[in-house]
């Protein structure tokens, strides 16, 4: 039963969150697709080129979800949902009450957690590509790709908070700036004759 549920969890959760992606990388599902997401990456997150973040944010939940629902490459493709999803809860989600209907991370932290679960735990019996095709991922392998993932999205992160850091601070210093000085009267002219 137990291997039963976790077949469950990595279907529902790794094929939600490849839905997700389609809507970045391809506009299924009423998405933007990577144009009309770059536009809110760069405006909303400052993830520049936003596009091109838009194909990276779509192709690791696409990915990572699609290999988590198959259960395929043993723990990459969770890993690969945890980074991404890292990086989503830290920048898109940044400053914002942890509850997603105040657009904050509250399903980025769910998707992270049980994409570690599932990269640390695996999938079970259940899990019929890998069973299928012999796949066994080295565990070498595993943590080199963990470990890459964990660089990557530090460094996204690092980035996106600068850009947002910057944006902030520009704001406040033309809040900051005084206005300009008003004329107390105005005198009407003297037409001359």
């Known amino acids: 039963m137990k291997n039963f549920a976790r077949m469950m ?24 697709g990577p144009a009309g997401t770059g536009v809110a990456f760069e405006e909303h997150i400052g993830l520049e080129p936003g596009d091109v973040m838009a194909v990276l944010a779509g192709a690791g939940e696409f990915g990572g979800g699609l290999a988590t629902a198959l259960g395929v490459g043993g723990p990459l493709g969770p890993t690969t949902i945890a980074s991404t999803m890292a990086v989503a809860a830290t920048t898109g989600h940044r400053g914002k009450p942890y509850f997603a209907q105040s657009g ?90």
């Open 104 to 193: 904050g991370p509250e399903m980025a932290v769910v998707y992270a957690a049980i994409g570690a679960y599932l990269a640390i735990d695996g999938f079970g019996r259940d899990s019929l590509v890998d069973r299928t095709f012999g796949i066994k991922v080295p565990r070498t392998l595993a943590v080199a790709y963990a470990g890459a993932a964990a660089f990557a999205a530090r460094a996204l992160i690092m980035r996106a908070r600068q850009a947002q850091d910057e944006a902030r601070a520009a704001q406040l210093r033309e809040a900051q700036q005084p206005p300009l000085p008003m004329p107390t009267k105005i005198r009407p002219q003297r037409a001359t004759a």
């Open 9 to 32: 969890l990595r279907m529902v959760v790794g094929g939600s969150l490849a839905a997700h992606g389609a809507q970045k990388l391809f506009g299924a599902f009423g998405g933007a």
